[in-house]
């Protein structure tokens, strides 16, 4: 089986959970301005950069087998952290949408 450069799967992580996070944050603004079918294009876009990183993170872990044990490093473990912050904040924003679209009614 084929080693993973795991400071390269790292970034990976780190990247797509960051970019999600912000997609996330900019669809809430758009959300604040009233334009609502921005904010659920920017949540979807989100989403598909965290669904990226969560992809990138089980590739790592399908290597990860009794023969080739991926010892988690400082940066694997705060990308994955980094990941999951990520689901939260559009987990979150998307909760944060539906409230501004009810008191605009």
Do not use: C, W
């Not at 603004?29 to 989403?47: I, M, P, R, T």
Request: glycine share 4%.
């Amino acid at each position: 089986m084929e080693n993973i450069n795991l400071d390269k799967t790292a970034f990976q992580i780190t990247l797509h959970g960051g970019n999600a996070k912000d997609l996330a944050n900019d669809a809430l603004v758009a959300a604040k301005k009233g334009n609502y079918e921005q904010a659920e294009e920017l949540l979807a876009e989100a989403n598909k950069e965290f669904n990226l990183g969560h992809e990138v993170q089980s590739k790592a872990m399908q290597k990860d087998d009794s023969d080739n044990r991926i010892i988690p490093t400082l940066l694997l473990v705060h990308a994955k952290d980094h990941l999951m912050a990520a689901k939260t904040e559009i987990k979150l924003i998307s909760e944060l949408i539906e409230l501004h679209k009810k008191l605009d009614k």
